[in-house]
């Protein structure tokens, strides 16, 4: 990690005064893994605020120079990924409850980096439901581009994010996606294992941490794959293609009570 990587990780950290920051093991992390599967499903209010967060797969190219950056509801502020499908199912189905939904995803982004921003792109919107999908640069970017965290980095990151954000927003409603990685693609293989999938392991067992609804992405995936190979649902195995897509858009409405 550069010196400068590791010194906003330490700044962040500090931030993180709920409690002590919990650095699970790798072993605790597995024997943990399932224990939100049966969360329950979110329950949307009237005026509810509801922000997207994560990396590229949540950013899906949103215009953040627009006229309209700061707004909720926008097309062109949502992306087009998961977060545009999900946000107009939602928002057409509950025209009377006044939503506003946000996407402050952003390319590239690993954990400490959302903290880094995490003030004005959440915290000052002061979301009542809050969606996180991160997780899969905080892996790749050790295999591509020299990142050297490791998992407890990520777990400590993570845990010390949610903590914080708990302290600013004690009743806010909070969804976890698991990352996920799709094989036979052109950037996941078998590199990857059986490392990235601490990772995931790590993410199931801070959303039982904190009570969060976990969306368990990889399996959505695994099963598309029974009718179409990877490359149909994602070309790299991370960046999902349209019906890839609607499928995550699809495993996040899951969580929502209808």
Same mark, same amino acid.
């Given at each position: 990690?550069? /010196?400068?990587?590791?010194?906003?990780?330490? $700044?962040?950290?500090? &931030? %993180?005064?709920?409690?002590?920051?919990?650095?699970? $093991?790798?072993?605790?992390?597995?024997?943990? #893994?399932?224990?939100?599967?049966?969360?329950?499903?979110?329950?949307?209010?009237?005026?509810?605020?509801?922000?997207? /967060?994560?990396?590229?797969?949540?950013?899906?190219?949103?215009?953040? +120079? $627009?006229?309209?950056?700061?707004?909720?509801?926008?097309?062109?502020?949502?992306?087009?990924?998961?977060?545009?499908?999900?946000? #107009?199912?939602?928002? #057409?189905?509950?025209?009377? &409850?006044?939503?506003?939904?946000?996407?402050? *995803?952003?390319?590239?982004?690993?954990?400490? /980096?959302?903290? +880094?921003?995490?003030?004005?792109?959440?915290?000052?919107?002061?979301?009542?439901?809050?969606?996180?999908?991160? *997780? !899969?640069?905080?892996?790749?970017? &050790?295999?591509?581009?020299?990142?050297?965290?490791?998992?407890?980095?990520?777990?400590?990151?993570?845990?010390?994010?949610?903590?914080?954000?708990?302290?600013?927003?004690?009743?806010?409603?909070?969804?976890?996606?698991?990352?996920?990685?799709? +094989? *036979?693609?052109? %950037?996941?293989?078998?590199?990857?294992?059986?490392?990235?999938?601490?990772?995931?392991?790590?993410?199931?067992?801070?959303? #039982?941490?904190?009570?969060?609804?976990?969306?368990?992405?990889?399996? !959505?995936?695994?099963?598309?794959?029974?009718?179409?190979?990877?490359?149909?649902?994602?070309?790299? *195995?991370?960046?999902? $293609?349209? %019906?890839?897509?609607?499928?995550?858009?699809?495993?996040?409405?899951?969580?929502? &009570?209808?």
């Amino acid at each position: 990690m550069s /010196q400068s990587s590791a010194s906003a990780r330490r $700044s962040f950290l500090k &931030k %993180a005064s709920l409690g002590s920051v919990v650095a699970l $093991s790798a072993p605790e992390l597995l024997l943990g #893994a399932e224990a939100n599967s049966k969360a329950p499903k979110v329950s949307l209010a009237t005026n509810d605020v509801i922000l997207f /967060q994560g990396d590229s797969i949540t950013d899906a190219g949103r215009k953040k +120079e $627009s006229k309209d950056a700061n707004e909720p509801n926008t097309p062109g502020t949502l992306g087009n990924g998961y977060v545009y499908l999900a946000a #107009a199912e939602l928002l #057409a189905r509950n025209p009377g &409850k006044n939503l506003k939904i946000y996407n402050r *995803g952003i390319s590239g982004n690993k954990v400490y /980096q959302l903290a +880094e921003r995490w003030d004005a792109d959440c915290l000052e919107l002061k979301p009542t439901v809050l969606s996180l999908l991160v *997780g !899969v640069n905080d892996f790749w970017h &050790k295999l591509k581009h020299g990142y050297q965290g490791t998992i407890k980095t990520y777990t400590d990151d993570y845990t010390a994010l949610l903590n914080r954000t708990r302290q600013q927003l004690p009743q806010v409603k909070l969804i976890i996606g698991e990352p996920f990685a799709v +094989e *036979g693609t052109s %950037a996941v293989d078998q590199t990857w294992y059986p490392a990235f999938k601490e990772y995931q392991a790590a993410a199931r067992s801070i959303a #039982a941490q904190f009570n969060a609804t976990l969306i368990p992405y990889q399996s !959505v995936f695994d099963q598309a794959q029974k009718q179409a190979p990877g490359v149909y649902w994602t070309g790299d *195995g991370v960046h999902p $293609s349209v %019906a890839g897509c609607q499928l995550m858009a699809k495993a996040w409405l899951d969580t929502i &009570k209808s």
